[in-house]
């Protein structure tokens, strides 16, 4: 495992990364872990804009925020963000026959969250907000596939029609329960809090024309 104390905006770090694991303390630049594949990255501080950008294996796991544009693209492994992102969180994340990405963020979100989604999971936990939606504006624009997963007992504003908007069941929340624990695992939050708010999950309608086209079920 290798330590990088004290990063100030270097681009790119752990690019294409498969080993071995880093370490990192203090705010890298843009890109980091961008086409990872297999490495585990674990930042302690706050990270910039693509975050994980088209990341193919591993785990990034941030004690802090992120930028925009986290997991763009991502088609594999698993972001967990302990507080906010910006806009653009997981545009485009795509999954496949034995690839499945995952992001997770603790706080709050901007706007475009999961514009494109074509696979994988968005979990949303809001754990910065009361009372208001812990996503911006024109979530799930363009989505095709996959599932957010929102915290939340107000919904964004101006849902597109190709989204379909539901209470998750218990076997909604079956399905992320390993998700939510990891997160705890890793930042140590109280999985009995975190479930004591209810969730919404977000899926595209089986009308819309693009499924076919770029999703792997």
């Given at each position: ?189 109280e999985k009995a809090e975190i479930m004591s708010r209810g969730f919404y999950v977000l899926t595209p309608n089986t009308k819309n024309p693009y499924k076919q086209l770029y999703c792997a079920?």
């Amino acid at each position: 495992m290798k330590n990088a104390v004290h990063c100030l905006g270097e681009r790119y770090i752990g690019c294409g990364h498969s080993g071995p694991d880093l370490i990192l303390e203090g705010t890298p630049g843009n890109a980091l872990g961008a086409y990872l594949n297999g490495a585990s990255i674990r930042l302690y501080g706050n990270a910039q804009d693509a975050t994980g950008d088209t990341m193919n294996e591993g785990t990034i796991v941030i004690h802090g925020s992120t930028g925009d544009a986290v997991g763009y693209s991502m088609r594999g492994g698993a972001i967990y963000v302990r507080d906010n992102a910006g806009c653009r969180a997981g545009i485009h994340m795509k999954a496949s026959a034995d690839k499945v990405p995952v992001l997770v963020i603790g706080g709050s979100c901007g706007s475009f969250l999961g514009e494109y989604l074509a696979g994988g999971y968005l979990v949303v936990l809001g754990l910065n907000t009361q009372g208001e939606s812990p996503v911006g504006d024109f979530c799930g624009t363009g989505m095709h596939g996959g599932k957010i997963y929102l915290r939340t007992d107000v919904l964004p504003n101006d849902l597109p029609a190709q989204v379909v908007v539901s209470r998750a069941t218990q076997e909604d929340l079956a399905e992320i329960m390993p998700i939510i624990e990891t997160y705890c695992g890793h930042f140590g939050a109280e999985k009995a809090e975190i479930m004591s708010r209810g969730f919404y999950v977000l899926t595209p309608n089986t009308k819309n024309p693009y499924k076919q086209l770029y999703c792997a079920n």
